[in-house]
């Protein structure tokens, strides 16, 4: 066990977070050797995290940020740098944008360097089959010229948390409801780290969408369900919720209450969309007493010009 903890300390001794989140905010990736290093590291990390991680206020709610690097670097000049604000990115970190390996690599090295600051969940792109197809994977190709980083990040996604809750009152869950989940503590006793599966309540909470119905009915995505009103307020009533925070779906205005009672909110976070939306995107800021604050920005000009190799696949997942 000594000498397991002092290779440890000597692998991760060669880690220069600083430096490291440096380089990538000039919009470089990582070596590989250097990410490997990060996505061991971070593993390690989350491995001591719940499936529904606590998380104190105040904090920032950010929805879908899909690889759009410099909107994220926006996203934290408008919101606060770490540590000083703290954040919950509900999940869908990459694909779809350009740079899906610098925004996960500066996630995870601030996660690393303040733990405490940032928690960072799973969506439904944070897989092994989603990413092959809507540009992660291709995008690690490109920038390498092996799959390997793709290899380790995708191993990073099975230790995701599968959902946070501040202050025991305001759940964030990626996608949504699922039938067979009544309570946040059967949450709590899902296998995680695993491949998100085509059906079940894992896949259910990472896809499943908001309707203007009461109960349940097919979601048009091919996975999870639709979800209405009635089962969104006796499930917020059964654990003690004020809201459910969740992303996934693209919102014009930036967020979108769902329900008379407001007990659900859409909050996307990833300005004109796919480089061609036009929408602007949101930060939910909850103070110490749960208080709301609605932050709104927009794309900055960096991203606006991104340009891709290849034409990306049309919108659906």
């Not at 977070?17 to 590989?32: A, F, H, N, Q, R």
């Not at 500066?106 to 439904?124: A, E, M, Q, S, W």
């Not at 191993?155 to 305001?170: H, M, N, Q, R, S």
């Not at 925070?245 to 769902?258: I, M, T």
Request: some cysteine; overall charge negative; hydrophobic content about 35%.
């Amino acid at each position: 066990l000594k000498s397991n903890c002092e290779f440890c300390s000597r692998k991760y001794s060669l880690m220069d977070i600083d430096s490291y989140i440096e380089t990538v905010k000039s919009g470089k990736p990582l070596p590989e050797r250097d990410m490997r290093l990060v996505c061991d590291r971070i593993k390690e990390i989350l491995s001591d995290e719940s499936n529904v991680q606590p998380v104190n206020a105040p904090v920032n709610i950010c929805g879908d940020v899909h690889g759009q690097f410099f909107d994220v670097l926006e996203l934290f000049r408008v919101g606060g740098e770490i540590p000083t604000s703290r954040y919950i990115f509900i999940g869908d970190l990459v694909d779809r944008g350009f740079n899906s390996v610098e925004t996960v690599c500066l996630l995870f090295c601030y996660k690393i360097k303040h733990p405490d600051c940032i928690t960072l969940l799973r969506g439904n792109h944070e897989s092994r089959q989603i990413t092959q197809v809507y540009g992660f994977y291709e995008e690690v190709q490109r920038k390498y010229g092996n799959l390997n980083v793709w290899r380790y990040c995708t191993e990073v996604f099975d230790y995701l948390p599968i959902g946070a809750l501040v202050e025991g009152k305001v759940l964030c869950i990626h996608g949504g409801l699922s039938p067979n989940i009544k309570t946040v503590d059967q949450m709590r006793i899902i296998d995680r780290k695993i491949e998100i599966p085509h059906e079940g309540p894992f896949c259910d909470l990472m896809w499943s969408d908001p309707e203007d119905i009461d109960t349940w009915a097919i979601n048009s995505r091919g996975a999870g369900w639709l979800f209405g009103g009635k089962v969104t307020r006796e499930f917020n009533h059964l654990n003690g919720l004020e809201l459910i925070a969740r992303a996934h779906q693209l919102v014009q205005e930036g967020y979108l209450f769902w329900f008379k009672e407001k007990s659900l909110v859409t909050v996307w976070s990833a300005p004109n969309y796919c480089y061609r939306c036009g929408n602007v995107a949101s930060i939910l800021g909850l103070d110490e007493n749960l208080e709301r604050n609605w932050q709104i920005f927009n794309s900055v000009e960096e991203s606006s010009k991104s340009k891709h190799p290849r034409t990306l696949l049309p919108y659906f997942l």
